[in-house]
């Protein structure tokens, strides 16, 4: 059959990928189950199928709410896959198929798909199950291409009010034709942000909420934005570029030809003015072009074109050599950028992200700033963004090899078209308001004002934050809530100092109800609380507490799951789902290897990737201090299963 690239991962139990095969090979179902292996298709495809026979889910029969969606969801679902050319002809069947733990359907043997196949002349499969998560019910949906004998990972949707049946119905059609039609997901994942107009600033503060009840304290979540429109530099300075590239055993195969790609890139985007540091590094570490004029451009492409992967990875010994090389280059007025290329799993030489990205931060100092360009879906998001965040450079992720001339070229455009630096942001509370905390940042207080630094902005750019504020009851009318401001440096006149200023009111009376939610703040709200859930998580499986883990992560997706129906918009179910997966990833994690992998990708959400995954710029922007370009985070599943090569 037909199968397409599937961009969708994130709305499926991402994290189950690490533990399937490509297909089912063996013998029979039980033979498959004794070897530990999946019957599911690649995470990154997506099914094209023509008859679909669709059955009931099972459920728990004695909960009179689960019975009536175990039909229910079935029968829509039929309807809709035909009405939106999803499937050519669809068929019910009243017959119920268990789901196991991870989301595979409980067929006795190979034997039995193939006669219900044969029964139905159906080529694919919908079945799945209602269950409860917690205090949320989630609605498991498995597609399964039965002519293949291939199972995708389970699409999950999860709720909270048990009588929300028409709500439920529509947001799981909405979500399997995102599953079957990607391009859907993709639009609506899209990020609608528009860039100042050429040569503006825009500084706001924008609430979750419109309007506030009178009389009762309430808690609002503020989004403070900082943009630059497009600013044109006429003539570019020199560059002097360390160009630092992983060739370690984890960059095997599909990572290491996207890191020659960009590597080949940065080069090809090289004037011969221009000065170039080449470093390659496994376990051990080499410089075949020290320090040179960038007129050799054919000459280093060629040397790039011939590297292969292997050994293990000293990703400190390679920066260390880049940072060296750079400052060698001769005293002249040249624009300097180390760009780090790599998946950042580090196991030989200095590994500590601490200490890693405190030497990119001396380097920054001494004019050097850093930029890291992740490669992979496991990349390690938490070292790649510390050294970038230290170093003030940008950090960037290859989703695919499409994406890489994109993510080069901010990367150039960021280092001639730098606005502003040195920012700070401050927030003054209006009396009796509270700021209970700024997502993700140390906030430091002075002269009444709490304040946090705001990384470097650039040409047609974006940094954002969301702030949780605590507003007193208040009487019915308007108030002023805040004042906040920018203080920077305008690096277009010459770093002089510089200041933009907002303020903050708000509407108090009457019920606040949904049209009073401003959904793009209320939305990346949830998306960066998930993330500091993520940083508590971590910790747990730090400490061994995979029960604790489990918990934070069950506790977010009920809190997830009443926000996903009010909007029907998906991008909390995408949460929702990762959470899942990485609930099932350490539920089984007794394989030491396995919990590395589930910490990891919490660690990955953790320090943005979430937010990076579903709304372009979200809370690894603010960290990241990227130069706008961004692909889809490491909260994605890794391509290689756990009884593959391990990781170098």
Same mark, same amino acid.
């Given at each position: 059959m037909k199968r397409t690239t599937l961009l969708l991962a994130a709305v499926l139990a991402a994290a189950l990928a690490a533990s399937v095969s490509a297909q089912f090979a063996a013998k029979d179902a039980q033979e498959a189950w004794a070897d530990k292996a999946m019957f599911m298709a690649g995470i990154q495809v997506q099914p094209d199928i023509s008859k679909v026979v669709l059955v009931n889910l099972a459920c728990d029969k004695t909960r009179a709410d689960h019975a009536a969606l175990a039909t229910r969801i079935p029968?829509?679902?039929?309807?809709?896959?035909?009405?939106?050319?999803?499937?050519?002809?669809?068929?019910?069947?009243?017959?119920?198929?268990?789901?196991?733990?991870?989301?595979?359907?409980?067929?006795?043997?190979?034997?039995?798909?193939?006669?219900?196949?044969?029964?139905?002349?159906?080529?694919?499969?919908?079945?799945?199950?209602?269950?409860?998560?917690?205090?949320?019910?989630?609605?498991?949906?498995?597609?399964?291409e039965l002519d293949q004998f291939a199972f995708y990972p389970p699409l999950n949707v999860y709720f909270t009010d048990p009588n929300a049946v028409d709500a439920v119905t529509e947001m799981i059609c909405r979500a399997m034709q995102s599953f079957l039609k990607a391009e859907d997901l993709q639009k609506q994942l899209a990020d609608t942000w528009k860039a100042p107009d050429e040569g503006k600033l825009r500084f706001e503060a924008r609430p979750n909420l419109s309007r506030i009840p009178a009389d009762q304290p309430t808690t609002l979540f503020v989004r403070f934005e900082f943009a630059a429109g497009k600013f044109e530099v006429a003539n570019r300075s020199p560059l002097n570029v360390a160009l630092v590239l992983d060739r370690s055993g984890s960059m095997q195969g599909e990572k290491i030809e996207q890191a020659k790609q960009a590597a080949i890139r940065v080069v090809e985007g090289l004037q011969k003015d221009d000065r170039i540091s080449f470093v390659i590094y496994n376990h051990e570490v080499e410089a075949p072009i020290p320090n040179r004029s960038a007129a050799e451009r054919e000459r280093i492409i060629d040397l790039i074109k011939k590297i292969e992967a292997d050994g293990y990875t000293n990703l400190g010994g390679g920066l260390q050599q880049g940072y060296e090389l750079a400052q060698k280059a001769p005293k002249q007025d040249y624009v300097n950028r180390t760009i780090l290329i790599s998946d950042g799993l580090a196991n030989r030489g200095e590994t500590h992200p601490e200490v890693l990205a405190k030497w990119a931060r001396d380097q920054y100092v001494r004019d050097l700033p850093t930029s890291t360009v992740g490669i992979g879906t496991d990349y390690d998001a938490n070292l790649m963004e510390k050294i970038a965040v230290a170093g003030n450079g940008g950090y960037y992720y290859v989703e695919s090899p499409d994406s890489i001339n994109d993510i080069i070229a901010r990367e150039f455009s960021s280092l001639f078209a730098t606005v502003a630096e040195g920012s700070r942001l401050s927030i003054r509370p209006a009396e009796g308001a509270k700021?209970?905390?700024?997502?993700?940042?140390?906030?430091?207080?002075?002269?009444?004002?709490?304040?946090?630094? $705001?990384?470097? *902005?650039?040409? #047609? @750019? =974006?940094?954002?934050? /969301? !702030?949780? &504020?605590?507003?007193?009851? +208040?009487?019915?009318?308007?108030?002023?809530?805040?004042?906040?401001?920018?203080?920077?440096?305008?690096?277009?006149?010459?770093?002089?100092?510089?200041?933009?200023?907002?303020?903050?009111?708000?509407?108090?009376?009457?019920?606040?109800g949904a049209d009073a939610v401003n959904w793009d703040v209320q939305l990346d709200a949830e998306e960066l609380a998930t993330t500091d859930t993520?940083?508590?998580? $971590?910790?747990? *499986?730090?400490? #061994? @507490? =995979?029960?604790?883990? /489990? !918990?934070? &992560?069950?506790?977010?997706? +009920?809190?997830?799951?009443?926000?996903?129906?009010?909007?029907?918009?998906?991008?909390?179910?995408?949460?929702?789902?990762?959470?899942?997966?990485?609930?099932?990833?350490?539920?089984?994690?007794?394989?030491?290897?396995?919990?590395?992998?589930?910490?990891?990708?919490?660690?990955?959400?953790?320090?943005?990737?979430?937010?990076?995954?579903?709304?372009?710029?979200?809370?690894?922007?603010?960290?990241?201090?990227?130069?706008?370009?961004?692909?889809?985070?490491? !909260?994605?599943?890794?391509?290689?299963?756990?009884?593959?090569?391990?990781?170098?």
């Open positions: 029968d829509a679902l039929a309807a809709h896959l035909t009405k939106h050319d999803l499937a050519k002809e669809t068929l019910r069947r009243d017959r119920t198929f268990e789901l196991e733990e991870l989301g595979l359907p409980k067929f006795d043997s190979r034997d039995d798909v193939t006669k219900f196949a044969e029964e139905t002349k159906a080529d694919a499969m919908i079945c799945g199950d209602v269950s409860l998560v917690g205090d949320a019910t989630r609605v498991r949906l498995v597609v399964a700021l209970e905390k700024v997502v993700g940042f140390e906030v430091q207080q002075k002269d009444g004002a709490q304040s946090v630094d $705001v990384p470097t *902005l650039r040409s #047609n @750019d =974006r940094k954002f934050l /969301i !702030a949780k &504020l605590r507003v007193p009851a +208040l009487a019915a009318g308007s108030h002023d809530i805040l004042q906040a401001w920018i203080d920077y440096q305008d690096a277009l006149h010459e770093g002089k100092p510089a200041k933009v200023e907002t303020a903050l009111k708000i509407e108090a009376g009457g019920s606040p993520m940083d508590e998580v $971590v910790k747990r *499986l730090d400490a #061994n @507490d =995979r029960e604790g883990a /489990i !918990a934070l &992560l069950q506790a977010r997706i +009920l809190e997830l799951a009443g926000t996903s129906l009010l909007t029907l918009d998906l991008r909390s179910q995408v949460q929702c789902n990762i959470l899942d997966g990485l609930i099932a990833l350490i539920k089984q994690g007794t394989d030491p290897e396995q919990l590395r992998y589930a910490r990891l990708n919490a660690q990955s959400i953790s320090y943005g990737g979430l937010a990076a995954n579903t709304n372009y710029q979200g809370l690894g922007q603010m960290r990241g201090g990227y130069g706008g370009g961004l692909g889809t985070p490491a !909260a994605a599943p890794a391509q290689s299963s756990f009884g593959g090569k391990r990781q170098q």
